[in-house]
């Protein structure tokens, strides 16, 4: 557990220190709803996938995130309960009906911070998710 608490801590000043230059250097940083993330994606044609409240743009991978392939469910959406679940139904992609901040228990948080490290170490960040206007049944 330590270990983990350890890695989740660096990993966290790592993505700050990144997303802080990137804003620094004046990059384009962008705040999405999930429903701008989709359209975002759409518009730009970037393969966008949200994890753990970061977007990152995992075009350069458009083999394994493209249209037609087994992981493009993941693009355009904040994936992050779908990807803690390891679930593909849209019902683990809808923001209405599953929350990852609220909803996953600590082995699916632990899968989730693993995609995030994952993503983290493979492309760059785009911007940020905004949740404030999600509704809850």
């Known amino acids: 557990l330590f270990v983990?608490?350890?890695a989740s801590l660096l990993y966290g000043l790592y993505a700050f220190f990144l997303i802080g230059m990137k804003k620094l250097r004046g990059e384009d940083y962008y705040y999405l709803?999930?429903?701008?993330?989709d359209e975002e994606a759409k518009s730009t044609k970037k393969l966008l996938i949200g994890c753990k409240g970061l977007?990152?743009?995992?075009s350069v991978n458009a083999e394994m995130y493209g249209p037609g392939t087994t992981y493009n469910c993941f693009v355009g959406k904040d994936s992050s309960?779908?990807?803690?679940?390891?679930?593909?139904?849209?019902e683990y992609f809808d923001p209405d009906q599953y929350d990852w901040r609220k909803d996953l228990n600590s082995r699916e948080m632990g899968v989730l911070h693993e995609w995030n490290v994952k993503f983290g170490s493979k492309y760059p960040v785009?911007?940020?998710m905004v949740?404030?206007?999600?509704k809850r049944h």
């Open 81 to 90: 309960v779908a990807l803690a679940k390891l679930k593909f139904d849209a």
């Open 126 to 128: 785009y911007g940020e």
């Open 33 to 37: 709803t999930p429903e701008q993330l």
């Open 4 to 6: 983990f608490l350890m």
């Open 131 to 134: 949740y404030e206007n999600i």
């Open 55 to 58: 977007i990152y743009d995992v």
